[in-house]
């Protein structure tokens, strides 16, 4: 059988930062409510002019290099994000051109804080019937984009920035196993206010609303349903995974998770401090920040999950 092993990652934020005490002269906010409901303190967020593909190369340039790979040695790209530079063509061709590759399949993946996960389980797919040998996988968003900055119940809580991972054909096995799931029937609780063909009330960019507190309470309950599906799908208890690494939208949320794996928060990749929620970037940015401070080792086991607009929610448990 063939498998799929992580072979490499990488990510990039971009310079600008915008602190809780910036964010207290913007809205009627304090630093001190936004770090106790929800762990951030500051986030990246991209210059003028500087797109989510922007991101999505500098993190992909990182994966290839930390693979030991060149863009040449690519046959499949996906990029999971939920503010692309354009309708179209997809981030991932605009990407694949940056690159210089021509030809293989690429295309994007929308699952919004989910779409990491999708976009990993797809590549996976793709490896292990035959159909790549080596896919960058990609998740970059610039959420600032779509942020209603007068909004203070949601412009708290999102950041920029940009994660990928190398995925290649192994004999042995990476990821173990993937399990995704949506739910359209919660539309209205997390979503924007139009779109292309339904364009928002007021013109302009759409913009982020979200009943937080009902997503928060679900998210928890849905989160610690996955964990176990994933747990029982491998046989494992509870307390053996070496790693949580979480979608990062809300310390409260990683740490219910992480109670239900029964790991302590050193076993947890926290990243939400500094970067805030980066939507479908936030999981692979948590792998690369692990794997590069030396946290995250070669043959350590992982989950990886995260709950997003839709609702959409899913896990991948691999070998690192
Ligand atoms: N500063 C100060 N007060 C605030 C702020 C703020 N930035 N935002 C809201 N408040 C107030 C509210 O107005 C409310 O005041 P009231 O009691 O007078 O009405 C009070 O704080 C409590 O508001 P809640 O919304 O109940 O606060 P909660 O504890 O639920 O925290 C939060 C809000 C942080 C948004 C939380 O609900 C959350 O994290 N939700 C889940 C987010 C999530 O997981 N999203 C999924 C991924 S995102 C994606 O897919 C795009």
Redesign the pocket.
């Known amino acids: 059988m063939i498998h799929s092993r992580i072979a490499g990652t990488g990510s990039y934020l971009p310079e600008r930062v915008l602190t809780n005490a910036d ?1 207290e002269r913007m ?4 630093d001190q ?2 770090v106790e ?2 762990g951030i303190r500051r986030r990246h967020l991209a210059a003028e002019g500087q797109s989510t593909c922007d991101l999505a190369e500098q993190a992909a340039r990182r994966a290839l290099e930390a693979a030991g790979v060149t863009a040449a040695d690519i046959d499949l790209v996906i990029v999971a994000t ?1 503010t692309p530079d354009r309708v179209f063509p997809s981030t991932a061709c605009l990407l694949q051109e940056r690159l210089e590759i021509h030809g293989c399949p690429a295309f994007d993946v929308q699952a ?3 779409g990491f996960v999708y976009a990993l389980d797809v590549a996976h797919r793709f490896i292990r019937t035959g159909g790549a040998r080596r896919a960058l996988v990609v998740g970059a968003e610039t ?1 600032s984009r779509i942020v209603d900055w007068s909004d ?7 950041g920029d920035g940009a994660g990928a991972v190398v995925l290649e054909a192994a004999d042995e096995a990476g990821i173990l196993s993937t399990h995704l799931h949506a739910d359209g029937s919660y539309k209205e609780l ?1 979503t924007t206010d139009g779109g292309v063909s339904e364009p928002p009330p007021e013109g302009g960019q759409p913009h ?1 609303r ?4 009902e ?2 309470k679900i ?1 928890v309950k849905t989160l610690g349903a996955i964990v176990d599906e994933t747990l029982a799908a491998n046989g494992l208890e509870q307390g053996v995974v070496d790693w949580l690494v979480p ?1 990062q ?2 310390i ?2 990683i740490q219910a998770t992480a109670r239900k794996l029964k790991l302590p928060m050193e076993r947890v990749i926290v990243t939400i401090e500094d970067q805030g ?1 980066t ?1 479908a970037a936030s999981i692979p940015l948590a792998l690369d920040t692990a794997v590069r401070d030396g946290r995250i080792r070669r043959g350590e086991t992982l989950l990886l999950e995260a ?4 609702f ?1 929610w899913g896990s991948a448990l691999l070998v690192y």
């Open positions: 964010l809205v009627d906010t304090s409510w936004i409901r929800t939920t919004v804080c989910t959420m203070r119940s949601t412009c708290i809580l999102f997390l982020i979200m009943s937080g507190n997503v928060f998210a979608h939208a809300n409260r949320i929620n939507s709950f997003g607009g839709g959409t």
